[in-house]
């Protein structure tokens, strides 16, 4: 199938042949970057440039085109330059601070990016390495987790987080200037996104299915629920506290991607990759998003070790890069916030786990609501509802369990 390519492409191309030195490219291919369903909200290529020297580069682009039709697309296109930021301005800048600490495993869960640049009035591209020229995949959002694709991204985020405690520490002023790039995109853009519907509709589709008898208790602590979710969001995203850094917001299964051991299978490494929701808050946002999307029963029994896992990894790398972490997260703070915050995770899990249900025909297209829209999407009953709605459940009793609802 051939492949329509913008002319940002053709500018990307030529750029990156001339930055990396690449003499007399042989052959430049261009292709699809990603399946349906793997990118929610934008077009991605993958470009291949090849030469008779041996230096081939793979490079991934995500893209929004300016034509969209898409209301609110002001966001998406602000949501892009927030991405930017973090890969020209704060991760560098995070990777510089760790390599002045000579820290033997820093946080390198990123994939790399080339800078490129644009015409006036043109939305910047991302343009990062193809990870899955290096053999990084997707994991099937389907299936359910398991121990080992929960502990990466946990020590992950734990290190990332770590970074900024230690650099708002010990470079304030420098920490400040970056912190000024994240845009809040979901706090600003809840009503506007319509997430308010997506919960309150997904909410009633699990809730309508309660047994009056068989669930007459939990159906006493989930009155109303829709609506005092919705006005915990409304309220929530708009907080701050002394102890609030750079989070990555967007933490749900398809924004990272693993690189596995062949012999055995498991995972080795993972990336995250996507930073377009950027904002400063809690980091129990983050891990309450990750973990509470995707935690079946079985997480959710052994939940205190993946919450000792995570805060025991940033104490110890907080130490590692020169700082206190009882001073500046200290142990109390941390279970202050999973009570406050852990709700988050349970807000954005009503319609992220339906995300991770969907089968292809089922999938939203953000970029031609004109195919399935966001909001019509996740008022469909899925063919896997039953899955769903026991994921939901299982959820609401723990957070009824540990007196977080």
Same mark, same amino acid.
Request: aromatic share 14%.
């Given at each position: 199938?051939?492949?329509?390519?913008?002319?940002?492409?053709?500018?990307?191309? *030529? @750029?990156?042949? +001339? %930055?990396? #030195? $690449? &003499?007399? /490219?042989?052959?430049?291919?261009?292709?699809?970057?990603?399946?349906?369903?793997?990118?929610?909200?934008?077009?991605?290529?993958?470009?291949?440039?090849?030469?008779?020297?041996?230096?081939?580069?793979?490079?991934?682009?995500?893209?929004?085109?300016?034509?969209?039709?898409?209301?609110?697309?002001?966001?998406?296109?602000?949501?892009?330059?927030?991405?930017?930021?973090?890969?020209?301005?704060?991760?560098?800048?995070? *990777? @510089?601070?760790? +390599? %002045?600490? #000579? $820290? &033997?495993? /820093?946080?390198?869960?990123?994939?790399?990016?080339?800078?490129?640049?644009?015409?006036?009035?043109?939305?910047?591209?991302?343009?990062?390495?193809?990870?899955?020229?290096?053999?990084?995949?997707?994991?099937?959002?389907?299936?359910?987790?398991?121990?080992?694709?929960?502990?990466?991204?946990?020590?992950?985020?734990?290190?990332?987080?770590?970074?900024?405690?230690?650099?708002?520490?010990?470079?304030?002023?420098?920490?400040?200037?970056?912190?000024?790039?994240?845009?809040?995109?979901?706090?600003?853009?809840?009503?506007?996104?319509?997430?308010?519907?997506?919960?309150?509709?997904?909410?009633?589709?699990?809730?309508?299915?309660?047994?009056?008898?068989?669930?007459?208790?939990?159906?006493?602590?989930?009155?109303?629920?829709?609506?005092?979710?919705?006005?915990?969001?409304?309220?929530?995203?708009?907080?701050?506290?002394?102890?609030?850094?750079?989070?990555?917001?967007?933490?749900?299964?398809?924004?990272?991607?693993?690189?596995?051991?062949?012999?055995?299978?498991?995972?080795?490494?993972?990336?995250?990759?996507?930073?377009?929701?950027?904002?400063?808050?809690?980091?129990?946002?983050?891990?309450?998003?990750?973990?509470?999307?995707?935690?079946?029963?079985?997480?959710?029994?052994?939940?205190?070790?993946?919450?000792?896992?995570?805060?025991?990894?940033?104490?110890?790398?907080?130490?590692?890069?020169?700082?206190?972490?009882?001073?500046?997260?200290?142990?109390?703070?941390?279970?202050?916030?999973?009570?406050?915050?852990?709700?988050?995770?349970?807000?954005?899990?009503?319609?992220?786990?339906?995300?991770?249900?969907?089968?292809?025909?089922?999938?939203?297209?953000?970029?031609?609501?004109?195919?399935?829209?966001?909001?019509?999407?996740?008022?469909?009953?899925?063919?896997?509802?039953?899955?769903?709605?026991?994921?939901?459940?299982?959820?609401?009793?723990?957070?009824?369990?540990?007196?977080?609802?």
């Amino acid at each position: 199938m051939k492949i329509e390519k913008p002319n940002i492409v053709e500018d990307i191309v *030529n @750029q990156i042949v +001339k %930055s990396e #030195n $690449i &003499k007399n /490219p042989t052959k430049i291919s261009v292709s699809r970057g990603s399946q349906d369903g793997d990118g929610y909200a934008s077009k991605t290529y993958a470009i291949s440039i090849k030469n008779d020297f041996g230096k081939d580069i793979k490079l991934f682009v995500k893209y929004l085109p300016e034509d969209i039709k898409l209301e609110g697309k002001n966001a998406f296109f602000e949501a892009f330059y927030t991405e930017n930021s973090f890969y020209a301005e704060i991760y560098p800048s995070f *990777n @510089q601070f760790e +390599k %002045s600490k #000579n $820290i &033997k495993e /820093p946080f390198n869960n990123v994939p790399k990016h080339f800078n490129t640049k644009v015409r006036n009035g043109e939305t910047p591209p991302i343009v990062l390495e193809d990870l899955r020229s290096l053999g990084y995949t997707l994991r099937d959002r389907k299936k359910p987790i398991d121990d080992a694709h929960l502990i990466l991204p946990i020590k992950a985020f734990a290190k990332y987080h770590a970074i900024n405690y230690a650099m708002k520490d010990q470079l304030p002023e420098v920490y400040k200037k970056l912190a000024t790039y994240p845009k809040d995109m979901l706090g600003k853009n809840f009503v506007a996104f319509e997430m308010d519907v997506m919960i309150k509709r997904c909410v009633d589709q699990v809730t309508g299915s309660f047994n009056p008898v068989l669930d007459k208790e939990i159906m006493k602590h989930c009155a109303n629920l829709n609506e005092r979710l919705i006005d915990y969001m409304m309220n929530i995203l708009s907080d701050y506290d002394e102890y609030f850094i750079i989070t990555q917001e967007d933490c749900w299964s398809n924004n990272m991607m693993f690189r596995y051991q062949e012999e055995t299978g498991l995972p080795i490494d993972v990336k995250l990759i996507d930073w377009q929701f950027q904002k400063i808050a809690s980091p129990l946002f983050d891990f309450s998003y990750f973990f509470y999307t995707l935690a079946t029963k079985k997480e959710l029994d052994n939940a205190e070790y993946y919450l000792k896992l995570y805060y025991d990894t940033l104490s110890q790398r907080i130490a590692e890069l020169g700082s206190d972490p009882e001073k500046l997260y200290p142990y109390h703070i941390f279970r202050d916030h999973w009570r406050k915050y852990s709700k988050f995770g349970l807000c954005m899990a009503f319609f992220i786990v339906k995300a991770q249900l969907f089968e292809k025909d089922e999938i939203p297209n953000v970029l031609n609501p004109d195919k399935i829209s966001p909001t019509d999407a996740f008022s469909v009953v899925l063919k896997s509802q039953d899955v769903f709605v026991k994921r939901l459940k299982d959820l609401l009793e723990y957070f009824i369990c540990h007196e977080l609802l």
